[in-house]
């Protein structure tokens, strides 16, 4: 069968956080979009979202920490992903803690969880040995 004819839909990627963490992912080829504090953030994002040109869309833990509960009522379907990643200041869990929570709500199992404890607990009883 041929695709002729049939309408395919392209979708991007896009960044939205501190100037130079998005000046990275802008050299990856991913669409960037600086912000400077989480209201223009969520504008920026709201307005992506309205879109429907994105796939994926990241943000960083900084600017979403203050709107997370405003992030996770926007209406999404399948695209765009809105994922929550660190930026240059560092991890705070964020991303984390909201991929394991779809985990579980996925699975039934706090799999992520058991792994970081586990992990956890492995570093310890290194750290005990190596004493």
Do not use: C, W
Not at 41 to 48: F, G, H, Q, S, Y
Not at 113 to 130: I, L, M, S
């Amino acid at each position: 069968m041929s695709d002729r004819g049939s309408a395919k839909r392209t979708f991007h990627i896009a960044m939205i956080g501190d100037s130079s963490t998005v000046r990275g992912f802008a050299a990856g080829g991913v669409h960037a979009y600086p912000a400077a504090e989480s209201e223009a953030a969520l504008a920026t994002l709201r307005e992506l979202v309205a879109g429907g040109r994105y796939a994926i869309i990241f943000i960083t833990e900084a600017l979403a920490e203050p709107i997370l509960d405003t992030i996770s009522r926007l209406r999404t379907g399948a695209v765009p992903a809105v994922i929550v990643v660190p930026d240059q200041s560092g991890a705070r869990g964020i991303g984390f803690e909201k991929t394991r929570l779809a985990v579980e709500r996925a699975i039934g199992i706090d799999l992520l969880g058991q792994t970081r404890a586990r992990n956890a607990d492995a570093r310890n009883a290194d750290a005990r040995n190596a004493q």
